[in-house]
């Protein structure tokens, strides 16, 4: 499978480094996630010990990719194919990579040769009795998973290693013995589908199914009830509305490179939210308990989505600093490319909770939100700008941002809630220098 060598065009540079971007820019960041998908999974099936099973997917793909280019691109860069194929990379330099690890690639084969209209059969793993078609659902495997026959029958489910063939074909997809149309949108004996989160323009995976969906410092929900499906629809709806309507140049970033939502575990009462470096559009959160935080931690994990893109293309930091810094939003000291992560996303969350402010009581909490953001993010940028730690590009994205930064700190704010905020910050400042033994 060829790929496409991608560099960062100066507009789309300026605009990311501004804090924002722009859906044209998003979509030139995606362009080059697919490709590096490809890259990895190229990598993952020459290293596949089965080269029969490697030909036979690298076949299919190739043949689906040359009958249905455009869905093969939506399909190979959906979100989580990052999250697998970064996950079994590094468990193949590990020595560590799993039978399964590599059948994964099977089922995406087969979504695209159903996208191209490619009759295919290929064993595809099973995950906890399910087998996992992504951006479709899962199906029970029932009692035909093997481990080392995946037409066999009589074996157990249970395993992880296990195997089952999957087929598609006229319009249809069959996993064992569980059969529903192409796409599988309802429910059905032995099937459940993924649910979606809509609203104006947009439509995101909810997904409580992936195997691949962990790695956000919280585990991933299990399987969600369909009343917590409609709480989740509520809340982002609400959310999407807000954001449409103060903040129309995030809520079009979104639209662009917004992908998939990962439910995860409410493990304490805390809300929790996180992305995975290298999934662009995809991050994991608990539900946030009103709209505009909902709104809010949109805008933020997608920032951590576009720096991360941006990254992959364009070094900003030099990998030889070895220096620890404060970020006002945490206690432990922070490397300076995760400060700078940290730095970019709250520069995107101080300018939404700008947007959200007004006249009533939910404004006034913007309005304290936003101080506080505002100058979390001036302090930690003057510390990656003190850094003397950024290549040339680096430079030129922080003095992008600084006059981004500057413009909210130029907004006026009641004076009561600007000491507020400096009272805040040199609280998180003195328990970080406790922390630290400084």
């Not at 079994?88 to 996208?115: G, I, K, M, P, Y």
């Not at 598609?168 to 589908?193: C, F, K, L, M, Y």
């Not at 290298?278 to 909902?294: I, K, Q, R, S, W």
């Not at 490397?335 to 006249?359: E, I, K």
């Amino acid at each position: 499978m060829t790929t496409t060598y991608h560099s960062v065009s100066p507009p789309t540079f300026a605009a990311i480094a501004t804090g924002r971007g722009g859906g044209d820019a998003i979509e030139e960041l995606h362009a080059a996630q697919v490709s590096k998908h490809l890259m990895l999974i190229m990598h993952l099936l020459e290293a596949w010990p089965d080269t029969a099973a490697a030909q036979a997917a690298t076949d299919l793909l190739e043949r689906s990719r040359a009958a249905a280019p455009e869905a093969f691109q939506e399909i190979l860069g959906a979100p989580l194919v990052g999250a697998w194929s970064g996950i079994a990379v590094r468990a193949l330099e590990r020595d560590s990579a799993q039978r399964a690890d590599f059948l994964h690639v099977n089922t995406l084969a087969l979504r695209a040769a159903a996208a191209a209209g490619i009759d295919a059969s290929l064993p595809v793993p099973v995950n906890s009795g399910v087998v996992v078609l992504p951006g479709w659902g899962a199906a029970s495997a029932g009692d035909r998973a093997s481990a080392g026959d995946p037409a066999s029958a009589g074996a157990p489910a249970s395993s992880d290693r296990a195997e089952v063939l999957a087929s598609v074909s006229a319009g249809r997809v069959r996993v064992g013995d569980v059969e529903v149309p192409v796409p599988p949108t309802a429910a059905a004996p032995g099937w459940q589908p993924l649910r979606h989160l809509t609203g104006d323009g947009i439509d995101l995976e909810l997904d409580d199914l992936h195997p691949y969906r962990h790695g956000h410092h919280v585990p991933p929900a299990a399987r969600l009830s369909d009343e917590a499906v409609v709480a989740w629809q509520a809340g982002f709806a609400a959310a999407w509305e807000l954001l449409a309507d103060r903040l129309p140049e995030r809520a079009a970033e979104l639209r662009a490179g917004l992908r998939t939502l990962v439910p995860l575990q409410q493990t304490d009462r805390a809300a929790r939210s996180a992305t995975i470096r290298h999934a662009f559009g995809v991050f994991g959160l608990t539900l946030p308990p009103a709209p505009d935080e909902f709104a809010v931690t949109l805008v933020h994990e997608f920032q951590h989505s576009k720096l991360s893109a941006l990254l992959d293309l364009v070094p900003l930091t030099d990998p030889e600093d070895t220096g620890r810094y404060f970020a006002p939003w945490r206690t432990d000291p922070r490397p300076l490319p995760g400060l700078l992560q940290g730095v970019y996303a709250f520069a995107g969350v101080a300018d939404s909770w700008r947007a959200l402010r007004g006249p009533d009581r939910a404004g006034a909490y913007a309005e304290r939100q936003f101080a506080e953001a505002r100058i979390q993010v001036d302090c930690g940028l003057i510390a990656v700008e003190r850094s003397g730690a950024l290549t040339a590009d680096g430079e030129a994205l922080v003095s992008h941002l600084r006059r981004s930064v500057d413009e909210m700190l130029a907004e006026d704010v009641p004076q009561r809630t600007v000491d507020d905020a400096e009272r805040a910050l040199a609280d998180t400042l003195s328990a970080w220098r406790e922390r630290n033994g400084l």
